[in-house]
């Protein structure tokens, strides 16, 4: 292990400077002869993309092979805590296994829109489930001595202009939504470094944005790890290091070292400057040292068993009219659409991995079919119209007992640097659907994409099995999933809108003159979705299943500021399967905007036939508070709050009112219009009111010195309460002007929070 202080004391400052950047694309500098080694770091979200040749950041050039495990969205698909950190456990084996130090990943940010290209990196919508998904992750990986660099910190939520557009963002959303993930996983799984996104975020690049990097990274959340740049991310090397980046990415060819060196003569940059990133490079070394002695198993046989887990329990079933799946496995099948022989599971971009295996979704429906499969393309592979396949597919599927179509999103369409255009799926694939059907009543579509797409097509078919980008077992997966040897149980970790037009995004997207700012505010996703009431096609939280589940709470304990219940489940259908427990809270209404429903806490239960169990739920102040710009601070307003137990945050079980009493209350901003009662219950009012019959007993105007607020009678005083506060201008000859109003109100809004008890 490496004495830091005494490294820094020896090291000279030249090697200091040459310390803050990469040594190249994948390492950190190295020192051996004074004991300090280099780090080698490699992408790997969901599967380890190391390169020994030419290197880059976009997935150009080849990388080792590796196993492909399952996209972003279908992690989160999941619900799943346990299987996500048993995720980071096999990824951080098979990193050790080709010696990675630390994983690119997670990557976390929000979908904001459903065009963002890296959309399939990301988890979800919701921060309350990205968060905990994230922090699972980094767990399991942390766990095998392996470090994580979770990313991209913050507000990345497309890839147009991503390395210049200013995300404007309010403070409350961004802490609410944007920086709630980071926070989770900070607080929980202490992730060994973090990576600045490439854009900005309220006028400053991330890379040096003081406020995030040391205000509420470090300050607030205690993070105590190591800052990085993404590639080429840094746009002012001296400002970012004396706001808190520690390490610049790759290596500059010594451009970035000359800088910080011509700062440290001008005198801009001070040695406790430099000092404070080589020591968080250090104790990252020394973490990494640490984590060598650990040697976890890896086998290819494992790895693939365990990648097809995970896509057999993120598949989310959109539909099933009259329960069409699982398929009969002697029934006469036709299996029609490229995706089948050829299937899209991997990402693009850093996210690519050169998979070590392939499960081809045909051969794998054939050896579980006890009956014929037959196969027809009906779209050639760059998804273009194919008349003689389209031709064949029909006839096929005419003559076929049941049609499985396997469509979505091809590659290309989805990747880092460039959005989509819009939500459609090639024409060639909704034609193929829509032509198949026209001849078979009995058409199940497996979709394979990274965001949600436009499914107006599925009212001509019977059923819709969403995989996501599912890895590299997700052929073997969906062959199993089709005929019930595996239940679908994956709830979907973002809404599906009948239409683009319908995301909050829509008309702030993707910005103008280098500016994209969030009007939509908190109300991203399905937070919108439900306080708006507008109806979408597949909500945040919904999946179907092959069995049936009752749920129940079987207790509820409430306090003046937490919320403890249990909720029982139980499987009364015929097969195995799982149900995800969503907990919701509905805050009271307020002078401050809120959601509708947001989600707080979730739990997924794995239960055989007439098998039950209890889940445990505990909310605390936390759950039923949101940001106030005013207090900088989080406030749970008192009143009722809604706790709400649900499949989905539109299918709701059951709803328990509770009355919540915090130890603090924030009164209602004090304006003009606000009455005299208002004002006389602030903790400020007594004061206020003194004032007001001081000026007023002091005017000449007999008008002002016969104002009712001096009378004592409690009904004259009732209707005093409730007269306007400019209304004591007009009423009082101007004895009390607006000048002296607005003074009043200014004064009394200084003191709005209340501390009881």
């Known amino acids: 292990m490496i004495d830091v202080e005494k490294a820094l004391a020896e090291l000279t400052l030249d090697e200091k400077l040459r310390m803050l950047e990469g040594k190249d694309f994948w390492h950190t500098m190295d020192y051996p002869a004074k004991g300090i080694p280099s780090i080698e770091v490699a992408d790997g979200p969901y599967g380890l993309r190391k390169q020994k040749g030419l290197c880059d950041h976009l997935g150009w050039n080849v990388s080792e092979k590796a196993t492909a495990y399952p996209s972003g969205p279908s992690v989160a698909a999941t619900f799943d805590r346990h299987l996500v950190c048993e995720l980071g456990k096999h990824l951080a084996a098979e990193a050790r296994s080709q010696d990675v130090d630390v994983l690119l990943g997670p990557a976390v940010n929000m979908v904001r829109t459903p065009l963002c290209g890296r959309n399939f990196e990301y988890?979800?919508?919701?921060?309350?489930?990205?968060?905990?998904?994230?922090?699972?992750?980094?767990?399991?990986?942390?766990?095998?001595?392996?470090?994580?660099c979770i990313k991209h910190f913050a507000a990345n939520n497309q890839e147009v202009e991503r390395e210049f557009i200013d995300a404007e963002v309010?403070?409350?959303?961004?802490?609410?939504?944007?920086?709630?993930?980071?926070?989770?996983?900070?607080?929980?799984?202490?992730?060994?470094?973090?990576?600045?996104?490439?854009?900005?975020?309220?006028?400053?690049?991330?890379?040096?944005?003081?406020?995030?990097?040391?205000?509420?990274?470090?300050?607030?959340?205690?993070?105590?790890?190591?800052?990085?740049?993404?590639?080429s991310g840094v746009n002012n090397r001296v400002k970012a290091l004396k706001s808190g980046l520690d390490l610049e990415m790759p290596y500059s060819w010594g451009i970035s070292q000359e800088r910080?060196?011509?700062?440290?003569?001008?005198?801009?940059?001070?040695?406790?400057?430099?000092?404070?990133?080589?020591?968080?490079?250090?104790?990252?070394?020394?973490?990494?040292?640490?984590?060598?002695?650990?040697?976890?198993?890896?086998?290819?046989?494992?790895?693939?068993?365990?990648?097809?887990?995970?896509?057999?329990?993120?598949?989310?079933?959109?539909?099933?009219?009259?329960?069409?799946?699982p398929l009969k496995r002697n029934a006469r099948i036709a299996v029609i659409g490229d995706m089948a022989i050829h299937p899209r599971f991997k990402m693009e971009g850093s996210a690519l991995v050169n998979p070590s295996?392939?499960?081809?979704?045909?051969?794998?429906?054939?050896?579980?079919?006890?009956?014929?499969?037959?196969?027809?393309?009906?779209?050639?592979?760059?998804?273009?119209?194919?008349?003689?396949?389209?031709?064949?597919?029909?006839?096929?599927?005419?003559?076929?007992?049941?049609?499985?179509?396997?469509?979505?999103?091809?590659g290309g369409i989805e990747a880092e640097g460039k959005d989509r255009k819009d939500m459609m799926m090639p024409a060639s694939h909704v034609r193929l659907i829509h032509e198949v059907s026209n001849v078979n009543g009995n058409v199940v579509v497996v979709l394979s994409n990274g965001s949600p797409v436009d499914t107006s097509w599925d009212g001509s078919v019977k059923a819709v099995l969403e995989m996501f980008l599912g890895g590299q077992m997700m052929g073997r997966a969906v062959a199993r999933l089709l005929f019930g040897l595996a239940t679908p149980g994956g709830k979907l970790p973002v809404s599906f809108p009948?239409?683009?037009?319908?995301?909050p995004s829509y008309l702030n997207y993707p910005g103008h003159m280098g500016v994209v700012t969030y009007s939509e505010d908190v109300f991203i996703g399905y937070r919108y979705y439900v306080t708006k009431g507008i109806d979408v096609k597949y909500p945040f939280g919904f999946g179907l299943s092959y069995t049936d589940f009752e749920?129940?709470?079987?207790?509820?304990?409430?306090?003046?500021?937490?919320?403890?219940?249990?909720?029982?489940?139980?499987?009364?259908?015929?097969?195995?399967?799982?149900?995800?427990?969503?907990?919701?809270?509905?805050?009271?209404?307020?002078?401050?905007?809120?959601?509708?429903?947001?989600?707080?806490?979730?739990?997924?239960?794995?239960?055989?036939?007439?098998?039950?169990?209890?889940?445990?739920?505990?909310?605390?102040?936390?759950?039923?508070?949101?940001?106030?710009?005013?207090?900088?601070?989080?406030?749970?307003?008192?009143?009722?709050?809604?706790?709400?137990?649900?499949?989905?945050?539109?299918?709701f079980v059951d709803?328990?009112?509770?009355?919540?009493?915090?130890?603090?209350?924030?009164?209602?901003?004090?304006?003009?219009?606000?009455?005299?009662?208002?004002?006389?219950?602030?903790?400020?009012?007594?004061?206020?009111?003194?004032?007001?019959?001081?000026?007023?007993?002091?005017?000449?105007?007999?008008?002002?010195?016969?104002?009712?607020?001096?009378?004592?009678?409690?009904?004259?005083?009732?209707?005093?309460?409730?007269?306007?506060?400019?209304?004591?201008?007009?009423?009082?000859?101007?004895?009390?002007?607006?000048?002296?109003?607005?003074?009043?109100?200014?004064d009394a809004n200084r003191v709005n929070l209340e501390v009881l008890g």
């Open 498 to 503: 009948y239409r683009l037009e319908q995301n």
């Open 260 to 325: 910080l060196r011509l700062a440290y003569d001008a005198g801009e940059l001070s040695m406790e400057d430099i000092d404070a990133g080589v020591r968080n490079i250090l104790n990252l070394v020394n973490r990494v040292l640490e984590g060598r002695k650990v040697h976890p198993d890896y086998s290819d046989v494992d790895h693939n068993a365990f990648s097809c887990e995970i896509a057999e329990k993120s598949a989310v079933l959109l539909k099933n009219e009259s329960s069409i799946l």
């Open 357 to 410: 295996y392939s499960a081809i979704p045909l051969d794998e429906i054939k050896a579980i079919s006890e009956g014929e499969v037959y196969f027809a393309s009906g779209y050639d592979e760059n998804s273009e119209l194919d008349d003689e396949g389209l031709a064949e597919a029909v006839s096929l599927a005419s003559d076929s007992d049941v049609v499985v179509i396997f469509a979505g999103l091809p």
């Open 655 to 746: 709803e328990r009112k509770v009355m919540l009493s915090p130890k603090r209350i924030k009164h209602d901003e004090i304006t003009g219009w606000s009455t005299i009662g208002a004002l006389r219950a602030t903790p400020a009012g007594a004061a206020a009111i003194e004032r007001i019959k001081d000026t007023l007993s002091r005017s000449l105007s007999e008008s002002a010195r016969n104002f009712p607020i001096f009378r004592k009678n409690g009904e004259t005083q009732d209707d005093v309460d409730r007269i306007p506060l400019r209304m004591i201008t007009v009423l009082t000859d101007n004895s009390i002007n607006n000048d002296i109003m607005d003074s009043i109100i200014e």
């Open 123 to 148: 988890y979800s919508e919701d921060p309350c489930l990205a968060g905990e998904i994230a922090a699972s992750y980094v767990s399991g990986v942390q766990s095998q001595g392996v470090g994580t």
């Open 170 to 231: 309010s403070e409350r959303a961004l802490r609410e939504i944007y920086l709630k993930v980071f926070e989770t996983a900070v607080r929980k799984s202490h992730p060994w470094s973090v990576m600045t996104a490439l854009n900005k975020v309220n006028g400053d690049y991330c890379s040096e944005n003081r406020v995030l990097l040391r205000d509420v990274l470090r300050g607030e959340w205690g993070f105590d790890g190591l800052a990085m740049s993404d590639w």
């Open 551 to 651: 749920i129940s709470i079987s207790e509820f304990r409430s306090g003046s500021a937490q919320v403890s219940l249990r909720v029982r489940v139980r499987n009364v259908g015929s097969m195995n399967g799982s149900e995800t427990v969503q907990i919701y809270v509905a805050p009271p209404t307020g002078r401050i905007p809120r959601p509708r429903v947001e989600l707080r806490d979730f739990a997924r239960v794995y239960l055989c036939p007439g098998q039950e169990c209890e889940v445990s739920f505990s909310l605390d102040t936390d759950a039923f508070s949101y940001f106030d710009e005013d207090l900088k601070d989080w406030y749970m307003a008192p009143g009722e709050y809604g706790v709400i137990v649900a499949t989905s945050s539109r299918d």
